[in-house]
């Protein structure tokens, strides 16, 4: 009996020992998990330290490339005759009381096209080029012998060179450019002592108006008197067909032109005669009487100026002007007149058109 309940005391305490052990056991811990290092950011310019251990001045990003130069225009026309152009310039100068200003160069020549730019834009040349002269560009390649004709046989050329001509052809002056630059360009106070020098001597309109009445008053005509300025391009207009006929208004006309704004006492002449219309622009005319009185003007029946005339309405205006103050003109010459002003007229309105109904590149 004892020794069976021993035996069961055993088998007890091994059962618990073995469930102990049982409990106690574990499963072996996974390996821990190493994270992957961060992937690094691209590195950055670091600014410099500052004096203290403030950070410098933050790095520039890098500037995007330049554009590739933009080809400049041509100003040069290697295939036009130097002869025509010098020509129809001179023509120009005899109608504005003008000179001629060749410049001899070439498309590739930089220099050229600084010197042209200062032409057309510097603030101190461009009014003296635009009032006093006919600007004549002419490729020096493709027209040598002319240049000799009118620089000379025996002048070594450099480009641009510039040839001054009077309004009958007369070469004035020849001059190499190189002595009017300043650096990378043209000095424009040099450029403009040489265009002031050459540049056509100042007229007096108060003295052309005496000389104009005193000689309408010795051969019994009447001044025709017509205004404008170096900007208006109708006033060049009207002033061709006037000189175009010399001979026909000669007989009873004293031609008779003002620029209010190169010639001297010019305003104060034109405000004399000036018709009361207000601001009628240029060009305006004015028939005077030996005497000075007005005895027609080119203000029409409505108080407008006709000004060159180019309608049918203001051609007509004008044949008025003449009829009520001619004295030897004929019908025939007047209708004459009346003929060419309509075609012109007529030329002008096709080519209008012809340009509103071509095709836009």
Known sequence: MVRLESQCRRFFISLVSLVCLAGCAQAPEPPPVVPEPPVAAPALPTPPAMPGGAPGPAVPEQAPPAPPPVPRADIY?????????????????????????????????????????????????????????????????????????????????????????????????????????????????????????????QKDAETLLQAALSQAKA????????????????????????????????????????????????????????????NIGHPWMAILAADGTTRSSSIDAAGENIGCPSSPEEIEHFLTMLRSTRQQLTDQELDQFSLELNQERERREQKRLDQLVAPKN
């Open 77 to 201: 026309d290697p295939l036009a005759n130097g002869e025509e152009l010098i020509a129809k310039a001179l023509e120009r100068a005899r109608l504005r009381d003008t000179h001629v200003l060749i410049e001899w160069g070439g498309n590739w020549c930089g220099w050229c096209h600084k010197l042209h730019h200062e032409f057309n834009q510097n603030e101190l040349i461009q009014p003296l080029v635009a009032e006093e002269f006919e600007l004549v560009l002419i490729d020096a390649g493709e027209n040598q012998e002319l240049l000799k004709k009118y620089g000379g046989e025996d002048a070594d050329f450099a480009y641009p060179h510039l040839t001054v001509l009077n309004a009958d052809g007369k070469v004035l002056t020849n001059q190499e450019t190189g002595s009017l630059e300043i650096g990378p360009r043209h000095d424009p106070e040099k450029v403009a002592a040489f265009l002031k020098k050459w540049s056509p001597e």
């Open 219 to 278: 051969e019994n005509k009447s001044v025709l008197l017509h205004v404008g300025d170096p900007y208006c391009g109708w006033c060049v207009r009207l002033s061709r067909f006037l000189h175009g006929h010399q001979e026909q208004f000669a007989k009873d006309y004293v031609l008779l032109h003002v620029d209010t704004q190169r010639m001297l006492h010019g305003q104060a002449v034109a405000d004399r005669f000036q018709p009361k219309a207000g």
